[in-house]
């Protein structure tokens, strides 16, 4: 791959990119738009993370992906053997020692720290596509702070099903202006976006949009007084590693209804067990 | 027992492994090579060029060789290549009436300077297969004559003497470039025509076709249809002029449209435009339609609602790089926003069979 540049992206086109992030640190909330480049892998397979990872990232960077919380899932792989290629990064599995972190659907179990970067996968930037999928339209709605139609939604959810039936890509509000979408990380993630050390960075390459949360700001969750956000999990404790506090897979073990939930961040789990933590299936100790 | 889900790297370079195999079929056949494939696959290759945005044949029939046929797959491919390529500067506007047309064709008037020229169309062959194909021979020899020297004007300029059809408005700004700059509504005809021009073909056949249907109807006769090469020149700045840097083939297609007149405008024909890489006749009539019927705003014509006329409907859904790879992201692991899913329903549904308990019990 010595024909490309580092990280893929020429030096331009990533100066484009890194305006657009500033623009979106400036503005947290805000959609920027910017000129999404075909990349070698599919749009919808992660082409915006992709981008925005090129754009921030330096030789002296670790780098660590993960799909679905996991670091070994094929598409996390696929991404991380493309960055190894094309830039020669050190990689990482483990949260903490990584300075550049892609994800898709989730955010670490652990939390994170000052200098590093968050950056997220993103599908369908727009929070508002699905009530008016004209985005001359949701342009307007957010310029004008017009967000009754996503509230009249929420309603809607409560009187027909009694709760909020969204229960991933949750929609939140970001330092009290702009309805955001948070990517489709579960719900039980949305807490954590809010007053995060680390910076969040959200690309969407086929919609042609970046995002952005700079450190410690205000992110709320929209929900009704009587209806207060909640995050939600399994109710269960990670059958690996004992964990309670941590959003967990549903794994069907057998063809009889038998099933099992582990943590869905790989490395938090297995940081768990290596200190002596364990669950109820942890096979090591059935032994 | 639970094992952990370990293996995705190997699991990938398991599957490229094979899919290397797969690709070369049974080896007691001989390969294909990329010539082969350019000259004998030449429609495809046109297409792979005109949607991929790059004119280089032998890139082209290389893609289509690596994704064993699929044409968007092949698209692709180039798509992926072409953003990485530098950009040295940008071509003068090529004049399609200096092309050396390989097919002419008008559908509006019988005779006219320049001539009816049919070219190698499939259009008036019959449709049966030719089993004589299936074996390998010698192909006989056409008929030729001399080209025609000069150039050969366009069929609307004609109609354009009598002010029976719309003036193409000449302008000299400098359009808009999509693959530099994203695409944001509304957009103008430059940067419509260019979203359409490198638009997949069955999307922009398919909303051709429900214009013709009655969707936002406004019959097209083809005015011209054109295919050949154009001469393609650059200003070079250590020069001082622009000399020929080479030709590329294009399909041109220009209709002419019914319009009885509006509050704006006096009746007179409109017109459509469809230009693409390569011999890519039924992309290039699509486009035309397609780019007519998005123009109902300017010539204050009614919204009917149509699907073809609606400019964010078509540009957003119309590039297939971007859609199949929208669509097949969802063979990717949701596990995640499912689990959710999953812990909702239950939750939903037990609180629904409580309720249903409660009123049976009262």
């Known amino acids: 791959m010595s024909d490309y540049n580092f990280a893929y992206l020429d030096e331009q086109t990533k100066r484009m990119i890194r305006r657009a992030i500033l623009k979106g640190l400036a503005i947290p909330g805000y959609q920027v738009p910017f000129a999404s480049r075909e990349m070698p892998m599919p749009y919808g397979w992660g082409t915006g993370g992709v981008q925005v990872s090129a754009a921030v990232m330096t030789p002296d960077d670790r780098f660590k992906v993960i799909d679905q919380g996991a670091d070994d899932t094929t598409n996390a792989v696929s991404i991380r053997t493309f960055f190894e290629r094309t830039a020669g990064v050190a990689t990482t599995t483990k949260t903490s020692e990584a300075s550049v972190i892609q994800t898709r659907h989730r955010i670490p179990e652990e939390r994170l720290s000052e200098g590093q970067i968050l950056v997220y996968q993103v599908p369908i930037p727009e929070p508002l596509q699905f009530l008016e999928p004209r985005e001359s339209e949701t342009r307007k709605m957010h310029s004008l702070e017009e967000y009754g139609l996503m509230h009249v939604k929420l309603y809607e959810d409560i009187s027909r099903h009694g709760h909020i039936a969204t229960s991933y890509d949750y929609p939140v509000k970001v330092e009290g202006r702009y309805v955001m979408d948070p990517s489709p990380i579960p719900k039980f993630d949305n807490p954590k ?28 969750s929209l929900d009704f007084e009587d209806h207060p956000f909640e995050a939600s999990k399994p109710d269960h404790p990670c059958a690996m590693c004992g964990a309670e506090n941590s959003y967990l897979d549903e794994v069907i073990t057998d063809d009889t209804g038998g099933r099992m939930f582990v943590c869905s961040d790989t490395d938090f789990c297995e940081a768990r067990q290596a200190a002596g933590n364990t669950g109820t299936m942890n096979g090591r100790d059935a032994a | 027992m639970y094992v952990a889900v370990k293996g995705g790297e190997r699991a990938i370079e398991n ?255 409109t017109r459509g435009y469809g230009l693409v890489f390569g011999q890519t006749e039924r992309k290039a009539i699509s486009m035309a339609l397609v780019d007519r019927a998005l123009r109902w705003e300017e010539l204050g014509e009614e919204d009917e609602g149509a699907p073809a006329q609606d400019a964010e409907f078509v540009l957003y859904h119309a590039d297939n790089i971007q859609a199949t790879g929208f669509l097949e992201h969802i063979k990717l692991p949701h596990y995640v926003d499912f689990q959710a899913e999953l812990e909702l329903v239950r939750k939903l549904r037990e609180e629904a069979g409580a309720n249903t308990a409660r009123e049976a019990a009262e």
């Open chain 1, 193 to 220: 976006l809010g007053d995060m050390a680390a910076i969040q960075l959200f690309g969407a390459g086929r919609e042609q949009r970046i995002y952005a949360l700079p450190p410690y700001t205000q992110v709320v």
């Open chain 2, 15 to 269: 599957a490229h492994a094979w899919l290397v195999e797969e690709r070369r079929g049974d080896t007691s056949v001989s390969e294909l090579n990329i010539a082969q494939i350019r000259e004998q696959l030449a429609l495809a290759v046109n297409r792979v060029m005109a949607e991929g945005s790059l004119y280089d044949p032998d890139l082209a029939a290389l893609a289509i060789k690596q994704a064993r046929g699929d044409l968007i797959e092949a698209i692709f491919l180039i798509r992926a290549y072409r953003t990485t390529l530098p950009r040295f500067g940008a071509s003068l506007p090529i004049d399609t009436g200096r092309m050396a047309c390989d097919r002419r064709i008008s559908a509006t008037f019988k005779d006219l300077p320049g001539g009816q020229v049919l070219g190698p169309t499939f259009d008036y062959t019959h449709r049966l297969l030719d089993f004589k194909l299936a074996a390998e021979g010698e192909v006989p020899e056409a008929a030729t004559r001399e080209a025609t020297p000069g150039d050969v004007p366009h069929v609307a300029e004609f109609l354009n003497h009598g002010g029976l059809i719309e003036e193409a408005r000449h302008n000299d700004t400098t359009p808009p470039d999509l693959t530099r700059e994203p695409l944001e509504m509304p957009a103008e005809r430059s940067l419509r025509l260019q979203a359409l021009t490198r638009a997949d073909e069955g999307f922009t056949l398919g909303m051709a076709y429900s214009t013709q249907r009655g969707y936002a109807r406004n019959h097209a006769f083809v005015g011209e249809l054109r295919i050949g090469a154009v001469p393609v020149e650059m200003d070079i700045p250590e020069l001082g002029f622009s000399i020929e840097i080479g030709e590329v083939t294009l399909t041109e297609c220009e209709t002419v449209n019914q319009f009885t007149g509006s509050k704006s405008e006096p009746p007179q024909f």
